[in-house]
């Protein structure tokens, strides 16, 4: 896994900033935007994102004018991408940033490129990007929940066969690396869904600060993973490179990834489908305090981080 040297420092704590940084090397700049909305119960939340759908930052419990550590509870990876398609970008993601376990984006590269950038309208952001003959045009949702919906459209004279959509991400619950992430599986043993939490359950309830990641077919129907993965961030990543993963059940405490793989099917010439990721927070009640008062030293450590 050869990565370009190129690192994308994100900006010292101590100069006044956007909720959301923009990168500004090769091949960039890339604009990550806010996308703003609630969660449950009305909560306020501000999710950054850019074109390619990638994320590293999501403040859960408000929305700051300025960057605030001790807001930011995802201070890792959020990534989509499609396996069976040529892409440079070793992991197959759209986006050609990545953090890599780290608090410092890397330039991994990608095939991919932007069509239209980011959109924000309301507390929905658009954008589209194209490789080759397909073109994606991601809708990203905050509205009690997340979702991030992928319109495929094959715009060759060709059947597309055997592509495969995913999620990859390394989320460090309340700006924190101890985390445990568990796949949830029906009585015969397939994935729905996988959890990021200390204390998780699979329906959804009783997270403390931390979520859950599902998706949704073309139809509006819970997809069923065909292949998942939990585990270290280099773990997670060598399994997108090879396109191998184990299945497993369970992963950490500590600085752990996961990913979920979809099958799309065929995508018949000039035709379209769509698939949308669905990550969802759900705090207990009277834990917001101490989500709150959890992360406030973390933001000291986090601060340093991003000198």
Known sequence: MLLLALAVARPAMSATQQPCETAASSPGPLTISPINGTLNNGILSTYCQSAY????????KGQPANYSGALDVLSGDDAPGIIGLTNSNPYKMFTPYLDRGTYNAQNIGTSWTIVNNVAIAGNTATSTIQLAGIRVKITTTLNGGFTERLDITNTTSAAISNLRVFDYFNFHPNGGTNATVTSCSTATGTATAITITGVSNCNGNGWRGNGMMTGTNAAGQLATAAAWQ??????ILNALSTNTFTNNTSAGPGD???????NLG??????STSFTINKFIVPEPGTLGLLAFGVVGLALFRASRRA
Do not use: E, H, R, Y
């Open 230 to 235: 939990v585990g270290t961030v280099t773990q």
């Open 53 to 60: 759908g990638w994320s590293d930052t999501w403040f859960v």
């Open 256 to 262: 752990v990834a996961g990913v979920l793989v979809w």
């Open 266 to 271: 065929t995508i018949a010439a000039g035709a």
